[in-house]
């Protein structure tokens, strides 16, 4: 079992930047691979940001890619996003999730293989 809760969220002019933050409690952090998703007011929640386990694989989105960084320290238990230059279409409930094991792509991107999921935090940004 794991457990995520998710910090950093807030409003934020465009332009400016946010790091959210994703603290992962019990066992063996390490072997999970985390994502970020976002969900807006009347839209499907979609794919933000994913790395792998170790680290070494990262993935994103292509409308944030330039903008955020996924990273995570697997000391910390936490695994981070730093979103640069928001847009108000940044507008939304950002969550992370967990899942263990191997994927390979296109796997980290689709919400349906994550086991574990965070309670969202808001992030609105205004133009």
Do not use: H
Request: glycine share 10%; net charge positive.
């Amino acid at each position: 079992q794991v457990q995520l809760l998710e910090s950093g969220g807030g409003l934020v002019q465009a332009g400016g930047s946010l790091r959210l933050s994703c603290i992962a409690s019990g066992r063996s952090f390490s072997t999970y691979n985390m994502g970020w998703f976002r969900q807006a007011p009347g839209k499907a929640r979609e794919f933000v940001a994913a790395i792998s386990w170790s680290g070494s694989s990262t993935y994103q989105t292509d409308s944030v890619k330039g903008r955020f960084t996924i990273s995570r320290d697997n000391a910390k238990n936490t695994v981070y996003l730093q979103m640069n230059n928001l847009k108000p279409e940044d507008t939304a409930v950002y969550y992370c999730a967990a899942v263990s094991g191997v994927l390979k792509y296109p796997a980290p991107t689709r919400a349906s293989r994550y086991d574990y999921w965070g309670q969202g935090t808001q992030v609105t940004v205004s133009s």
